[in-house]
């Protein structure tokens, strides 16, 4: 799959050491394109909504594919996924 190189992905992980398989991942599959990285489900959410510090969309775009961990604390992947479903936009 060839992703356009604008399209902008948003990484939901909690484990750095798991961050760090991804980018390499990317990287060696010649995937160049913007990466944002959150460490919990209410991060995403929080980025997703664009408030507080991610409400500069210039600097936060929103995401075109989001990566999403299942296990993590606070808000599990399930828990964002519906959070998402519910929301018109």
Known sequence: MVLPEQAVILLVEDLEDDVILVRRALAKANVLNPLF?????????????????????????????????????????????????????
């Open 37 to 89: 990285v959150v460490h919990d489900g209410e991060e995403a959410v929080a980025y997703l909504d664009g408030v507080g510090k991610y409400s500069n969309r210039e600097e936060y775009p929103l995401p075109d594919i989001m990566l999403l961990d299942i296990k993590m604390p606070k808000m599990d992947g399930y828990d964002v996924l519906r959070e998402v479903r519910n929301r018109p936009h």
